[in-house]
């Protein structure tokens, strides 16, 4: 916190090759498995309505629900999620062993504050990242969706974008958009709090790597649950 | 280059010191003196206190009572700037070296010159070299990383790392521990030679009896996180101190000294 302090009021640089390091390592190496993730979920979740709405002959509904429900939740939540278990691991694994090689100790006798060092490049390429990566997973699970409506719901491709013109609210993507840097910030502050409670063993460092993939996405979720209250709360 | 003043007494003097881990006190009134360009061994049995000693002189752990005085100034009295100062003035060898595993060897030793000066990369990576030359390590090793090297190599760049800033304190973490004998010898050599020209101070915890017969010029012994006796090599040798008797005196001792 001191350390994020400290570097926000500009006594103490950002590292910013270590930011674009971190960068690669925990966001861009990451589109992949989001995009398929998000499009097989969107695709699933599309299938599942057309089912429901061809009961009331409105399949073409499944267009607004695909839009709303991917740019609002599952984009961001699953990004989130899925960044919480592949980059929040490796965060806590990296920077635990640091601790237990006494790497960690090294930054401090040189005068260089490990907290400041390792967890704000971290926190920081998350923070800017994820929103990048809750857009790619909106966009996988939309044209997820797509796919889906076309071959199952028998929506063509044009009536789908059409209709999404008309569906898709600047609400939905802001509101979606506004939640990643904070989803970011949680995953990288409590994976690199959890590196650096490792101690000794690598007995230890096994307990708090998955001890991190588990609160990561707890705390994901429920803040996602939280905005869900305060956005409901103040009516967007 | 000596920001630190004066250049008279001790370049550490430990007064009383108290360290605490938790509930637990470690260090329970530590006192001794490391004169300045002298190599003193730190020694003791196992989980007596050496390491959380030399942790809480570079400032790693707390102290919890007691004084140290680094080259005439009270480190306690010290603000940030002046502890990062202060640290400047010291290299650490960590027991495993600690190299940072992302970095190469040469990296390594530019971290600190990278961090606190501003020179040229021409510059610091000449400097880097000549530090490494220092060890004793090929050229060829400066674009290894830490995992590509032996553990004698690691130790050899590590105190590379630590010469960096050309500090006056070198503290040391069992240096010699898992090197073969021949390479633990040259090792000693290394750091008896560095004291010899670059005027360095040296503190080391070691539990080889070969160091401290052919490195240290003092030693200290640590019991139950209290100073056992200070004296040099021959002083311990006639001491009726039980502990100390059969260290000096036990099956592995052979005859050092004698
Ligand atoms: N991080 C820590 N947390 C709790 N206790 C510790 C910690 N570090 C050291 N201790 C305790 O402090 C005591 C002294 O440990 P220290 O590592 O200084 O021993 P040592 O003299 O260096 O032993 P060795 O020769 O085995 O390295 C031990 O009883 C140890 O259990
Ligand atoms: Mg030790």
């Known amino acids: ?236 | 280059m000596n920001a630190l003043s004066p250049q008279t007494g001790p370049a550490i003097s430990v007064d009383g010191l108290v360290v605490k881990i938790g509930t637990r006190t470690i260090i329970n009134g530590l006192s001794f003196d490391l004169q300045r360009q002298e190599i003193l061994g730190l020694i003791g049995p196992s989980g007596s206190g050496k390491s959380v000693t030399m942790r809480a002189l570079v400032g790693l752990i707390p102290h919890d009572g007691g004084a140290v005085t680094v080259m005439g100034r009270d480190y306690a009295q010290l603000n940030r700037r002046q502890r990062v100062e202060t640290q400047r003035n010291w290299g650490v060898l960590f027991q495993q070296g600690a190299l940072f595993s992302s970095l190469t060897v040469k990296e390594n030793i530019e971290f600190q010159m990278r961090e606190h000066l501003h020179l040229s990369s021409k510059l610091r990576s000449d400097i880097a070299m000549i530090k490494l030359d220092l060890v004793g390590l090929p050229a060829a090793a400066a674009n290894s990383y830490p995992a590509e090297l032996s553990g004698g190599m690691i130790k050899r760049a590590a105190l590379a790392r630590a010469l960096a800033l050309d500090p006056q304190i070198l503290f040391l973490d069992e240096p010699t521990a898992g090197l073969d004998p021949i390479g633990a010898g040259k090792f000693d050599e290394l750091i008896v030679t560095l004291r010899d020209t670059l005027g360095l101070t040296v503190l080391m915890v070691t539990h080889d009896l070969d160091s401290l017969a052919m490195a240290c010029d003092r030693i200290v012994a640590l019991a139950n996180g209290k100073l056992l006796k200070a004296g040099t090599l021959s002083e311990m040798l006639e001491s009726d101190q039980p502990w100390l008797q059969e260290y000096f005196h036990g099956p592995r001792a052979r005859n050092i000294g004698s």
Do not use: C, N, W
């Open chain 1, 1 to 236: 916190m001191v350390a994020l302090g400290r570097t926000a009021t500009f006594q103490a640089p950002l590292r910013f090759a270590s930011f674009v390091h971190q960068f690669e390592q925990i966001v861009l190496r990451a589109i992949p498995i989001v995009a398929l993730i998000s499009l097989v979920v969107g695709a699933i979740i599309t299938q599942q309505t057309i089912l429901q709405l061809r009961q009331f002959g409105v399949t073409i509904f499944v267009v607004d629900l695909a839009a709303i429900l991917m740019f609002r939740e599952i984009g961001v939540l699953l990004a989130a999620i899925m960044v919480a278990g592949r980059s929040g691991s490796a965060i806590t694994a990296e920077i635990g062993a640091m601790r237990i090689r006494e790497e960690f100790d090294a930054l401090q006798v040189m005068g260089v504050d490990p907290h400041q060092a390792l967890m704000l490049p971290r926190v920081a390429a998350l923070v800017v990242g994820m929103p990048l990566l809750a857009f790619v997973g909106s966009m996988s699970g939309l044209a997820g969706a797509a796919v889906v409506a076309k071959f199952y719901g028998d929506i063509p491709f044009d009536i789908f974008t059409d209709r999404l013109r008309g569906a898709m609210t600047v609400t939905s993507v802001v509101v979606g958009l506004i939640k990643a840097p904070f989803m970011g910030f949680l995953v990288g502050l409590l994976a690199s709090i959890e590196g650096m409670k490792v101690a000794g063993s690598s007995e230890s460092l096994g307990q708090r790597t998955t001890s991190s993939v588990v609160k990561s996405i707890f705390v994901v979720i429920v803040a996602d649950g939280l905005f869900a209250i305060f956005f409901a709360a103040i009516g967007l």
